[in-house]
Every structure is written in C-alpha cells, then in structure tokens.
C-alpha cells in the first residue's frame, strides 16, 4: 500500500513540474524581450509579432453609447487600393445600395501616407511646408494646412464644437482624396497609377496621452494604459511612414513653455523648472516614469510641458508598436545644419520621385515657416537654468542614445546659447498673439459668455474679428469704461496672473 502511495504521489509530482515547465516556455515566448540589436534590424518580426496589439484579444461591445469615443481596435481594417500609392479606398456615396462595382457610384476616401508625430517645438512646421514644396506630396485641410489634432486631441472632442467626438471617417475628409484620384499616369501595364501621397503633422501624438482612459479596450481605473496611439494608428494605417523630429530637450522645453502660453519670462520659467522637476521626483519616488505621466496625468498636470522633453519614455511606447526602420528620426540641429541633405533623406524614406537639384535649393532658402516670437523678444533661459535642466535631462538623453545606438542624442555638441532680449515693435507682438489665439478658438469650442468669442463666430477672418473687437472696446470705453484689453488674451491674462501671484509667494519664501 505504502509502495502505492509513494508512486502515486511521484506521478502527481512528475505532472506538477511538466506543466511548470510548460508554463515556463510559454510565458517566456510571450514576454520575451527583443535585445538591442533585433530593434535596429531590418528583419524586425520578432519585435512587431510580441508587441503589436492584436485586436481580437479584446471584446467589442456592441452596446457602447454613442457619446463615447470611437472604438478604432474593433473597426473593420481597410483593404486599401493597390493603384494608389496613398492609402485609399472608395466607399458607397450618397444613399445607393447598388451592389454596382463601378466607380461612378463610389467616393474615393484617402487617409495619410506619412505622420509626422513629434515633437513639439522642433521645427515640424518648417519641416512639413518644405516636404510639401515636393510635387508628390500634399498638404491636408487642417491647421497651416498640416496639423489636424485628431489622434490625440479631436477625437476625443477636445479642441471642437461642442464637445463633438469626431471620428475616422470624418478624420479622413482633412485629405485631398479628389486631387489624388485626378492624378495618375500610365504604367507599363497599361493601368492607371497615381503617385500622389499626402499627410500630416501633429507633434503632440508623440507624448500626449492624457485620454488613454477613454480607450476601449482600456481599464479607466487602471494605473497604465495597456493601449495607446499607436496601437490605434497601427491597426488602421500599419504602414504608415513615421517622422520624428527631436531637439535638445531643455531648449525645446522652452520654446514649448512661451509657445504655450505656460508662462511669459525667463524668470517664471525658471521657477517653474524647479517646481516641476521637484514634483515629478516626489511622484518617482513612489512609482514609475510611466506611471507618473500616464498614471497621474504629469502629461497635463505640471506647470509646464517638461515629460514631452522625456523622450526616451514614450519613444518606447511607439517602438514598441512599429518597427524601428518604419520611424524616420532625426535631430533637429542637423536639419538645420544641412537642410538639403536632411531633405533627400526623407524623400529617399517616403519613397517619392528625385527632383531637380535646383528645386532643392529653392526649397532650402525658402524663409522659416514658424518662430515663437514671445522666445525670441525674451531671448535665452536664465544660465541656472540650463544647467539644473542639463543635469535633470542627462539620465534619460543617455537611455535614448542607447535605444538609438546613437551618441548624437546625448547632445554633447550642443552648449548654453546666450541671447539677448530684442525690441521687437509691440504692436506686432500683440498681433502675433491675438492671432494665434484666434486661429486657436476658431478650431475649437467657443464660449457662448465670451463676448470676444461670440465676434469670432461671426467673423469671417481675423482681420474682421480685430476690428469688431476694436470697435467694440471703443463704445464700451466711451459709455463704461473699458472692460476689455485687446492685448491681452483672457485665458493667457488669467494665467499671467496665477504666475505672478505663484512669483510674489516664491519670492517671500525665498526671504
């Protein structure tokens, strides 16, 4: 009997550790880790076959509420046209039914061929205007004729009338679908092709996630999101050719700082730094990077913009979805270096016909598409600064440079550049800002209590709008006094005075 036993029970252990082992091997090809070498690989299906979100491990509601954002994991993928080089298709126009396959009852839908997702305050502007210049190439119909705001802000209804969610199909009317049909050439088979291709830019994709709780197959209690942006664009454009354009994080920062309305001097900006990096330390202590500015929104949070200068933290996250020869990166203190051999690259990546070696040219010494003014009166960051933002931004340069295998992002080569305030005609700098928040406001939800956003709803441009708040302020002076002040935007008015009271406090602390 006790010979029995003792048998019975080694089987019982001989089976334990079979499916151990099994378990083992398992989770050891599902968690593998790719190692350096395998990301900078043209053979990269390893990488994209552990990494890339597969939309049938989710449920797909069929009860989800119509105000919710759209569920772009669970739409049908689109099989796209093979005589286009952009990403097209045509679908039902109008309310025909016909099972007809003729292309006179369908309307051609085309969404980007390129992305230029990141990052802010890099010099994306500048970049998409001259590939544009490419015959080849389209602009698209949202803001400067390049940013559309939709992966990571409209589409969540920030930035739009009412609130409204837009969606994927909405999404693809921003692109110039009927130019590129008009235009094709024949080929050797006799068959019509067009080689129009067309795209957009909007760096904020590269960091900004602060929606992630609103994707589907996410938990909103969750402490990280399990799917981000890139999972989305992966699953509707999986070939889409990526543009990351990267700077020297500390003068991105601030350039992003005055670009965004976070603050108006050097010296804010400096106690902001401090503020900010001392926050973010206080949140790592208990947790993660990523779970600081996932988790905790430090993304939205923080006084300024400083985790989309954290390159390497998000980086990960795209190159954890798309292969590495997929993304086009580059600095943007060699672009501007060598503008022209920048270009060639990048046409070379997007695979669109040489041009003339003098029309490169012309595109070269074309005039700087974008300059924050508000930098530019203010001249360079405080020299304390740069060097607290140097120490803060060396850890995280030196985990980029390993992820690239690239010491250029280390940015050894780039020094303090001291630059002295400049007297730029107020008048000008006033214009400049008024019309930016005017270009801002048009795009998004205007307040129906905002007298000055009411004139932008009826306006026609600008220019209109300028005068009818001019005017405005006159007849208000005249009879009350005036309540308004053209040179002052009233979101940025609010925030200039939430500054000075946070210096005043920061001063007396200091004594």
Same mark, same amino acid.
């Given at each position: 009997?006790?010979?029995i036993?003792r ?6 252990l001989f089976g ?23 990301l ?10 552990e ?7 989710y449920?797909?509601?069929s ?6 954002v ?9 099989t ?16 025909s039914?016909? !099972? ?8 051609l ?44 802000? +409209?589409?969540?209804?920030e ?19 009927q ?48 799917v ?7 699953h ?5 050719k990526?543009?990351?354009l ?17 603050? $108006?001097t ?7 730094v ?5 926050? %973010?330390? =206080?949140?790592?202590? @208990?947790?993660s990077?990523?779970?600081? *500015?996932?988790?905790? #929104? ?14 390497? *933290?998000?980086?990960k ?13 580059? +600095?943007? =203190? ?7 051999y920048?270009?060639?690259?990048l ?11 003098? %029309? ?5 010494n ?17 020299? =304390?600064?740069?060097?607290? %933002? ?14 690239? #295998?690239?010491? $250029? ?10 630059r ?6 107020k ?7 008024l ?10 939800k ?6 000055i ?18 005017? @405005? ?13 053209? !040179? ?6 609010k925030?200039r ?8 406090k ?6």
């Amino acid at each position: 009997m006790k010979h029995i036993t003792r048998s019975f029970f080694g089987l019982c252990l001989f089976g334990v550790l079979v499916i151990l082992i099994s378990l083992q091997i398992d989770l050891r090809q599902k968690y593998i880790q790719p190692s350096l070498e395998a990301l900078f690989v043209h053979n990269t299906e390893v990488f994209v076959k552990e990494y890339t979100v597969k939309p049938e491990k989710y449920s797909c509601p069929s009860n989800v509420s119509s105000t919710r954002v759209e569920d772009i994991i669970c739409l049908e993928k689109r099989t796209f046209l093979k005589n286009f080089k952009n990403p097209c298709w045509y679908e039902p126009s109008g309310k025909s039914q016909s !099972s007809s396959s003729s292309v006179q009852n369908k309307t051609l839908r085309c969404l980007p061929y390129f992305h230029i997702f990141g990052v802010c305050k890099t010099g994306t502007t500048d970049l998409f205007f001259r590939l544009i210049q490419h015959p080849q190439i389209l602009p698209n119909a949202g803001v400067l004729g390049k940013e559309t705001w939709f992966w990571s802000w +409209r589409r969540y209804g920030e930035y739009t009338d009412g609130y409204t969610k837009v969606t994927l199909k909405q999404f693809s009317r921003a692109f110039d679908a009927q130019k590129i049909g008009e235009t094709k050439m024949s080929i050797e088979d006799g068959s019509q092709y067009s080689d129009l291709i067309t795209g957009h830019g909007d760096p904020m994709d590269f960091w900004d996630h602060k929606h992630w709780r609103d994707i589907h197959q996410n938990d909103p209690y969750a402490n990280v999101p399990k799917v981000m942006t890139p999972h989305l664009l992966k699953h509707v454009l999986p070939n889409i050719k990526l543009i990351l354009l990267l700077r020297e994080p500390a003068e991105r920062l601030y350039s992003h700082y005055y670009h965004g309305g976070y603050g $108006r001097t050097p010296e804010e900006f400096h106690h902001d730094v401090i503020t900010g990096i001392q926050r %973010l330390n =206080e949140c790592v202590e @208990r947790s993660s990077y990523r779970g600081c *500015i996932y988790g905790h #929104n430090l993304t939205t949070t923080l006084p300024l913009p400083l985790s989309a200068s954290l390159y390497y *933290i998000h980086l990960k996250e795209w190159m954890s979805v798309f292969p590495r020869d997929q993304i086009f990166i580059f +600095r943007n =203190e060699d672009y501007r270096k060598d503008k022209k051999y920048s270009l060639f690259k990048l046409f070379e990546f997007l695979d669109v016909g040489d041009i003339s070696t003098r %029309l490169v040219d012309t595109i070269v010494n074309l005039p700087k598409a974008y300059e924050t003014q508000l930098k530019t009166v203010q001249g360079s960051m405080l020299n =304390e600064t740069w060097e607290i %933002l140097t120490e803060f931004f060396e850890e995280p340069n030196r985990k980029l440079a390993e992820m690239l #295998n690239d010491d $250029r992002y280390l940015w050894k080569d780039t020094a303090f550049n001291y630059r002295p305030k400049t007297a730029l005609r107020k008048n000008l700098s006033k214009t400049n800002t008024l019309k930016r928040y005017y270009e801002r406001k048009k795009a998004s939800k205007l307040n129906p209590n905002s007298e000055i956003d009411q004139l932008i709803k009826v306006s026609k441009n600008f220019e209109e709008w300028f005068a009818m708040v001019k005017k @405005r302020q006159e007849e208000k002076a005249r009879s009350k006094g005036s309540i308004l002040k053209t !040179s002052k935007v009233p979101y940025q008015q609010k925030k200039r005075e939430t500054k000075d009271i946070s210096m005043k406090k920061y001063k007396l602390d200091a004594k």
